[in-house]
């Protein structure tokens, strides 16, 4: 197998949420068959765009044939019939990297979707752009210093936002934007901010 790609650019959190954001963000999750890059494949994976304040533009999910079982069913709900008919990473890498590129990619423990976005994208001929990331979990440690858990539930929880379905890509997704978004106006309280359609 080809080295994986350093596939984003972690900000550090701190010097990042001094002054209010530029670019437009790119939240993204990805659902896998178990715990290791490189072993394991993403079998779904969602994307939703906000603006630099944190409101909404669009979303898009999309679920990813890894070519073997589905693992472990019991936590992501995704079973071998739901695949079928799937496309492989390779046929929606393309459309992947259009949909983030130009903006920050966020993902809640974003070393884990970093690894996989990087191990699927070394087993095709798309690049992905390598462009600056956010972690929501950092970001958490520094907005949230006493929380005393940092899982994306236990974030939500502490800003009084719900977290229905968890474990499947697009409604993690909406709720890390939604994490992303309620952060952004603790920092920047004078900005001014859309309420997300799925809050």
């Given amino acids: 197998m080809n080295p994986k790609p350093s596939t984003f650019q972690s900000v550090n959190v701190r010097e990042w949420s001094l002054q209010p954001p530029v670019l437009p963000f790119a939240v993204l999750d990805v659902e896998t068959t178990g715990l290791s890059s490189d072993r394991d494949r993403v079998i779904e994976i ?7 304040d944190g409101s909404f533009i669009d979303e898009w999910s999309t679920l990813v044939d890894p070519g073997r079982d589905p693992g472990p069913t019991h936590i992501h709900g995704i079973s071998a019939d739901d695949l079928v008919g799937a496309p492989e990473f390779a046929k929606i890498a393309e459309e992947l990297a259009e949909r983030v590129d130009g903006a920050m990619i966020v993902a809640h423990n974003l070393s ?13 001929s798309t690049p992905l752009p390598n462009q600056p990331a956010l972690c929501t979990l950092q970001l958490a440690r520094h907005v949230l210093p006493d ?3 940092y899982s994306l ?11 229905p379905n968890a474990h499947r890509a697009l409604p993690d997704t909406r709720v890390t934007a939604l994490v992303l978004q309620a952060m952004l106006h603790r920092l920047f309280p004078q900005s001014e901010q859309d309420t997300l359609p799925f809050a």
Avoid: K, M, P
Avoid at 46 to 52: E, I, P
Avoid at 112 to 123: I, V
């Fill in 147 to 149: 929380n005393g858990g």
């Fill in 112 to 124: 884990f979707d970093a690894g996989f976005l990087g191990a699927e994208y070394a087993r095709t």
């Fill in 153 to 163: 539930a236990a974030c939500a929880a502490a800003l009084g936002i719900d977290h």
């Fill in 46 to 52: 969602a994307v939703v765009r906000c603006a630099s």
